[in-house]
């Protein structure tokens, strides 16, 4: 009787316990790889951010109330540009906002391209061309071009 007693308790609690030990032994390891996996990105995450962080500071803020596409506008109207198209996007960030503005012009000339890139380069603001393509067209001297400009401004 005391045996069935001995089997009983074994079934039904030493086993039990035993079987949970070998789990743990098995799957403690496997988590601790785990969490070592976890604190690496954690710890690459952090030194991103501090990169993102560093480059946001090298980088002028644009003066409040700056819009590089009124810029663009301006700067096209004064070097004796039409554009066919002009097609700004925007990419919002918690300070500032990338403005990608993409502009189409048929017949233009060289003089007008060249003064336009000019008061592109002596903007006082975060303006950069990102594309340029020229086409010479099939009639006189006039030439087709795309032109991307990325511009910086405050989000509001």
């Known amino acids: 009787m005391a045996g069935i007693v001995l089997i009983i308790a074994y079934l039904a609690g030493l086993r039990p316990m035993l079987v949970s030990t070998e789990t743990l032994r098995r799957v403690v390891p496997e988590k601790r790889e785990e969490l070592s996996e976890i604190q690496n990105l ?8 501090e990169e993102i962080e560093k480059l946001g500071s090298e980088v002028p803020e644009p003066e409040a109330g700056f819009s590089p596409l009124a ?27 990338q403005v990608t503005i993409d502009v189409e012009i048929n017949d233009a000339g060289w003089t007008e391209l060249i003064d336009f890139f000019r008061k592109l380069d002596a903007a006082e603001t975060s303006l950069r061309l990102s594309n340029f393509d020229i086409r010479h067209q099939r009639r006189g001297d006039q030439l087709q071009a795309d032109i991307t400009v990325t511009g910086l401004r405050r989000t509001d």
């Open 42 to 49: 954690v710890g690459e995450y952090e030194r991103i951010s």
């Open 71 to 97: 810029f663009i506008e301006e700067a096209l109207e004064r070097s004796g540009l039409t554009p066919e198209s002009l097609d700004p996007s925007e990419v919002r960030g918690e300070r500032i906002t």
